[in-house]
């Protein structure tokens, strides 16, 4: 981002674009004049995505299933014949499924890892050559890989062992692959977003209106955060205001984890 906020020229990557959080995030970055790949795996919603995409640089949308090695594969020769690098690739898309421990089957234990996880290795083993070649918008900075990981990466959960222990993966991929990027030259940042309670489909999904109740009068700020809240925290992390960054992990959870 230069210094008047814009991103003109920036080729961005946004995972599960087509709701949520991964929406928030591809809008904001349209509305800073990235350019945006929006990916997803529910065709229909990433339709409608694209439509709602604005800004002054063109977008595009890309069916994708994030655990698919092969899908992956495809996408990288795409976004490489078009631009031939690529600048930042948020790692956004996931899924929650609370289920105890004694319920979850190893097929179900996988899944939560494979969406979780494994996504965040592939997108980013994948698309490292690219990011490696970005030819920074603006010459200070580098190129950037956002992880969205969650506080339940940070602190347990009954019921979300298995997202739980994807999101805490995730963390500490984020590192590893931070101090890696450095270690072997590249101008590659990596950093994770730990989100709290935030009012998007997933969350309406994993929680009873009762349970839901219980978690929004523990939040201190007293309320759930809203996507655009949590893309501001990405589009920071995305961008040249945070050019000493890397490795480092930013939670927007309204204050659930300061107490
Ligand atoms: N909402 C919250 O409270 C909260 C809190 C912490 C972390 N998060 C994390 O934020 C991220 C976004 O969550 P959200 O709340 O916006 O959820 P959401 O359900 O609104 O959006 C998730 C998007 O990811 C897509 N997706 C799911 N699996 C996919 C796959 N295999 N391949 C491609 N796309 C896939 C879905 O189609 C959907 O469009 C997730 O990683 C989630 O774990 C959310």
Not at 60 to 77: C, I, N
Request: proline share 3%.
């Amino acid at each position: 981002m230069t210094d008047d906020g814009s991103l003109a020229g920036a080729i961005a990557v946004v995972t599960g674009a087509a709701s949520g959080i991964g929406l928030a995030t591809a809008h904001a970055l349209a509305e800073a004049d990235a350019a945006v790949w929006l990916v997803d795996r529910d065709a229909e919603a990433l339709a409608d995505a694209l439509d709602s995409c604005r800004g002054g640089a063109q977008h595009v949308a890309w069916h994708l299933d994030v655990t698919s090695e092969a899908g992956w594969l495809d996408f990288f020769a795409a976004v490489d014949e078009r631009h031939g690098r690529l600048d930042i690739l948020i790692n956004n898309a996931g899924a929650a499924h609370p289920q105890p421990i004694a319920q979850t089957s190893l097929a179900e234990w996988r899944s939560s890892l494979a969406v979780n996880c494994d996504s965040v290795f592939l997108g980013t083993r994948t698309m490292l050559p690219l990011l490696a070649r970005s030819l920074p918008w603006s010459r200070r900075s580098a190129s950037a890989i956002v992880n969205v990981s969650s506080v339940r990466g940070m602190i347990g959960g009954a019921n979300f062992a298995a997202y739980c222990a994807a999101k805490g993966a995730v963390r500490m991929f984020t590192k590893a692959a931070a101090l890696e990027c450095v270690a072997l030259g590249q101008r590659v940042r990596v950093n994770s977003v730990h989100p709290g309670f935030i009012e998007t489909p997933l969350a309406r999904a994993a929680l009873d209106p009762e349970a839901l109740a219980r978690r929004v009068s523990g939040i201190p700020l007293q309320r759930g955060g809203n996507a655009e809240e949590v893309a501001a925290a990405i589009l920071f992390l995305a961008s040249e205001a945070s050019s000493y960054m890397t490795g480092a992990e930013l939670v927007v959870d309204g204050g659930t984890l300061a107490g």
